[in-house]
């Protein structure tokens, strides 16, 4: 064996990791909230939506919760190009990652949605809330804050996922990772190094989160009870 | 075996009373093929205090939730507030503006605060402003006696106190007639009291009301008008007095063993 573990090489490749970090965070924020608000419309959408709309709904969500998200951003990478159309890498990272999550999204949001007792809506409806108006301030506050755990969890999973954007050439963290072993020949070092950061990063995450958590549940805040 | 209801038939009673703001005439609701509603008719003038007595299943918070168009009838015809339910087209959502209605379960909405729950249809629905929504908030706890909890949240309540925070929060909309469906049948004695007491404080003020209730005493007390039903039809109808001296053998056997 005999092997000399050394990370000071690394020092150097500081810029590249910084890099790194940075289109990971990005893709992962950019990601978030439009893929929130596609998963929360397209549960109103299987909800409410009546046949057609619940319909294509359900297609959508079946279809990308059955497939790799791998395959779904090199079609959009790879796929397109064929067709003349050229999108960046970071755009269809962010794009993938989108209708990725956007799906996911949508299963937890329709749970959270259906957790809320009828007769809140028959309420609603008798102080002649219109529809939209208990979907905005009934409806949808309760449903987030109750499946609020399970969508930390979602978006973790999808920064973790960023990972997987390497193989469309965007060098996102793990794509720097690979360069630097390849010029290094030092894997065990850069990739557990690369876990740290990855750790790290999913850490801010969750308090990133759980901030917005704390901003956006005054109640919760107030009496620390779940709803 | 067919069912007759002594009642007077509706030829005899005037129709639609110039002061009538609720009209049931002959009214008829099936869920499925279960009739639920056997053909109903009733009045309710403006200022009127109207109780619906019955055992489970008789059809009173079925008849009490067609007023508001929660229950949509099947046959005869019912009028509120100038409004005619079975011709159709109806926009629920106006006549609910004007008929409020509190439920059994309350159904707060437990992640606002007592006062948003009271002022959210008001400030959504009447579009008034924040600082109106503050005083019509301070108006309606004031009358249901809760002008302290204003900050505080539903879980935070008795369930006297929620049930009366859900009165206030149909008396934001200012209606011209409130629904009480089997408001105190969660509650125990005491906190019935406290509920019961609201109920009186508006009926004093000349509300316009039609409750569902098991408290025989309350409805001797409160109601003008006591109607108690029986698988689907009116069968008895009268003032407090009737309650002791039921003119069936249903309502003896209903008064018999309510007490």
């Known amino acids: ?227 | 075996m067919t069912f007759t209801s002594p009642v007077l038939s509706p030829a005899a009673a005037p129709i639609f009373p110039a002061a009538s703001m609720v009209a049931f005439r002959d009214v008829r609701k099936s869920f499925g093929a279960f009739e639920v509603l056997k053909g109903i008719d009733l009045d309710v003038g403006a200022g009127e205090v109207v109780a619906l007595i019955g055992r489970s299943g008789s059809g009173k918070s079925t008849a009490l939730r067609c007023v508001n168009g929660l229950e949509a009838i099947n046959g005869g015809e019912l009028t509120v507030c100038g409004r005619a339910l079975h011709q159709g087209g109806t926009d629920l959502r106006e006549l609910r503006k004007e008929v409020g209605i509190v439920f059994q379960s309350y159904n707060l909405f437990p992640h606002l605060t007592v006062e948003q729950n009271v002022t959210l249809a008001p400030r959504k629905v009447h579009r008034i402003g924040a600082a109106e929504a503050r005083e019509l908030a301070a108006e309606v706890l004031a009358q249901v006696g809760l002008s302290e909890k204003a900050q505080n949240y539903p879980e935070q309540l008795s369930g006297g106190q929620q049930q009366r925070v859900a009165i206030a929060r149909s008396l934001a909309m200012r209606p011209k007639l409130m629904l009480f469906d089997e408001v105190t049948s969660a509650l125990d004695p005491e906190l019935t009291g406290e509920v019961l007491r609201t109920i009186e404080g508006l009926a004093a003020s000349g509300m316009t009301m039609m409750l569902v209730t098991h408290e025989m005493a309350f409805a001797k007390s409160v109601a003008d008008k006591i109607v108690f039903m029986h698988q689907g039809r009116i069968w008895e109808t009268g003032d407090g007095g009737m309650l002791s001296s039921p003119q069936t053998a249903e309502l003896q056997q209903f008064v018999g063993n309510g007490l």
């Open chain 1, 1 to 227: 064996m005999g092997y000399d573990f050394d990370f000071s090489f690394l020092a150097s490749y500081a810029p590249d990791l910084w890099h790194g970090v940075w289109l990971t965070l990005g893709m992962t924020f950019v990601s978030i909230v439009p893929g929130f608000i596609l998963g929360t419309s397209v549960a109103l959408a299987r909800l409410y939506g009546g046949r057609w709309l619940a319909g294509a709904a359900t297609c959508y969500v079946e279809a990308i919760r059955n497939t790799p998200l791998i395959i779904q951003v090199f079609w959009l990478f790879f796929g397109l190009s064929v067709l003349q159309i050229y999108i960046g890498s970071f755009l269809a990272a962010v794009i993938a990652l989108t209708i990725n999550v956007g799906a996911y999204t949508a299963e937890i949001m329709r749970a959270g949605f259906q957790s809320i007792p009828k007769g809140q809506i028959e309420a609603a409806d008798c102080l002649a809330l219109g529809p939209v108006q208990t979907v905005v301030s009934i409806q949808l506050p309760q449903a987030v804050e109750r499946v609020y755990p399970a969508l930390v969890s979602q978006f973790v999973l999808m920064m973790l996922a960023t990972s997987i954007m390497s193989q469309v050439s965007a060098e996102e963290l793990t794509g720097v990772a690979y360069m630097i072993q390849s010029f290094t020949f030092r894997g065990f070092e850069v990739y557990l190094v690369i876990a740290v950061i990855y750790l790290a990063m999913a850490t801010l995450l969750r308090l990133v989160l759980m901030g917005v958590a704390q901003v956006s549940f005054p109640r919760r805040r107030r009496l620390g009870t779940p709803l």
